[in-house]
Structures are given as C-alpha cells and as structure tokens.
C-alpha cells in the first residue's frame, strides 16, 4: 500500500457541508437510487448516471459527508476540476472506507487518469472500500479508452438519476427552504422558475442569494423582492 495519509488524499478537494440526503428532494422515480445510496455501506461499487443537471454531484458529497459522520473516511473527487489536482490523489484510496468519484467522462481518453483509475479500482476491491462514481452518461457510453477500465465501470449497480419536472424543482426548492428557516410561496417559486436557469444547482444559488436579500431587508420573500433582488 503507498505510503499516503488523509491529508494528501483529500488535498485541494472540498465538500459542501449543506450537501445531506435530508435535503435532497427524492422524487418517486428517484427513490430507489437514493435509498441504495444512503445505505449501500456494503455494496462494493455503484456506477450513477443522470442527464442535466439531476444532482449527481450532491448525493455523491451526502454519501462522503454521511461516512465522515460516521468516523469513516471518505473522500470525494471531482473530475471536472482535474486541473487542481494529479491522478496521485487517487493513490492509497484503498485506506478509506469510501471513495467517490464524480464527472467520470472529464477524463475519457487520458492515459494517465485512466490508468491511476484503474489500479486504484483494483486496490479498492482488494480491501473493501466502497467505490461510487457518477458520470452524466451510462458506464457502457463512456468513452474511456482502457478496456479493462471501461469494462470495470459496467460491473457495479448500475443507476439512472432522472432529471426532476418543474412540480418537483418546486418541491425540491421549497424543502430547501423550510429546512433553512423561512417559506417559499408557490407564486414565488413558480416566478423564479419562469424566469432562471433550470438546473436544480442554479435553483439553489438563487435561493441562497434571496435567503441573504430576505434576512438583510428583514422582509419576506415576495415575488417584489425577488425581482429587486436579482434585478429581474
């Protein structure tokens, strides 16, 4: 096994704390996935996939998060930041008790990313850390060049994450929202998605922009507001 510590593994990788499966919005379509995820402690390797912008990125950081609480490590990489960090973050991975992996197809065609992947695939196998990777195709699409790799991320469970209808988007916004302390009207969501951007994770950053706008002007939050507020 390398010689590496936690701090080496988890440097220039950050999780967002807020990221819990207490406030990710499951829809019926989804529930399946999400409840393999938030107890799957002792499956050895799931693959996930989602088109959009389902909110892959936040259950792979709830599953880290979840294990950290816990006293286990974990570590969380995601691939379409690779220019903060080398392959060899992903050497002595094998320590933790798990490893996730996100944007899988940021690094099809590397040589290097490909190779550390799959020796580090191996080693995890080898002592039982639970391996989750998430890509925004299935594992038979991607374009990895190794075959071994690509035959390797076709040998978990394999999960689509579907993208939420507006009701959901809705639903999911008003969750957060609640759980942050204050209301989201329908009238007030139904505004906000007439007019943003529709990923969920766009969703969240205007939400979290009006929180700070509704707490500061100590006012609720109205449709008047949101409109000062984002200068629509």
Known sequence: MPNTNHDQLTLGVGLDDDARFENFFVSDVNQ??????????????LYIWGNGSPGLSHLLQASCNKSTAEGRGAIYVPLADQSQFAPQILEGAESLSLVCIDDIESIAGDVEWEAALFTAFNAMRQTGTQLIIAGHMGAQQLTIQLPD????LQSGLLFQLFELSDEDKLSALQLRARQRGFDLPDAVGEFILLRAQRSLSALMQILDELDHSSMQQQRKLTVPLVKS????
């Open 32 to 45: 399946s996935l999400v409840s393999a995820l938030a107890a799957s402690e002792n499956e050895p390797f």
């Open 149 to 152: 790799l690509h035959s390797r």
């Open 229 to 232: 507020t984002l200068g629509w």
